[in-house]
């Protein structure tokens, strides 16, 4: 069983729609990333979390340390906001991530 | 401030030779990781470096090394390449306990 499972694999959407991907992962960590991965390659950081919830924008994160789970939303949905969801997790103090496989989002006009 | 820099941004190399990747943090930061993304295994993490000593080491065979130099830039080197080496090679940089930057990616392809 991988560390850091993500789900859905694949979400397609139309546009508006409010959309959630789940991340839930199995080891002690310090902190959990959330990724956002274009085509091409290019990998954004959209949120570095450890507790509680944080916004920006259309996204927002939240995090239950004791359930060991994470959620991203995106609301009013966009089609540039398909792209791939990563979820990472900072295990310990140090920089050693585990990331999940990743959440292909697509969002029709 | 400019983004963290990756070179070459591609590169093709035979199995069995060897290759070195190269990373510019952005200015002030002082840790750089690495990481590699592969269809198959998605991304895994490398190493990571931090004032020039390895801080810590995901799973790979020693043919992966790094090092960082004074100014913070990075290198990794891949020897005996392999035809599963083709990956993008990824790397990050962050001031401390913040986020992680990434660069673009250097793409390389084992023939």
């Known amino acids: 069983k991988n560390e850091v499972e993500q789900s859905p694999q694949n979400l397609t959407a139309q546009e508006g729609e409010f959309i959630t991907i789940n991340c839930s992962y199995s080891v002690g960590i310090s902190a959990l990333h959330w990724l956002q991965q274009h085509p091409g390659g290019g990998i954004v950081s959209l949120f570095m979390l450890s507790s509680g919830k944080k916004k920006h924008g259309r996204l927002i994160a939240t995090i239950n340390i004791q359930e060991k789970h994470s959620s991203l939303h995106i609301t009013a949905s966009h089609p540039r906001d398909s792209a791939v969801y990563i979820c990472?997790?900072?295990?310990?103090?140090?920089?050693?991530?585990?990331f999940g496989a990743g959440t292909r989002l697509t969002v029709k006009p | 401030k400019a983004g963290v820099t990756q070179t070459p941004r591609y590169l093709i190399k035979t199995r069995g030779q060897q290759v070195t990747l190269s990373c510019s943090p952005i200015s002030g930061h002082r840790s750089v990781s690495w990481y590699q993304q592969t269809p198959g295994q998605g991304l895994q993490f490398l190493f990571e470096?931090?004032?020039?000593?390895?801080?810590n080491k995901g799973n790979f065979p020693g043919r992966f090394s790094g090092r960082q130099f004074s100014n913070s830039r990075s290198e990794m080197n891949v020897s005996t390449l392999e035809l599963g080496d083709s990956a993008l090679y990824l790397c990050?940089?962050?001031?401390?306990?913040?986020?992680?930057?990434f660069g673009p990616g250097t793409r390389l392809t084992v023939l």
């Open positions: 470096y931090f004032s020039e000593t390895q801080r």
């Open positions: 990050a940089s962050s001031p401390p306990t913040d986020t992680q930057y």
């Open positions: 990472a997790v900072y295990r310990g103090d140090n920089n050693d991530m585990r």
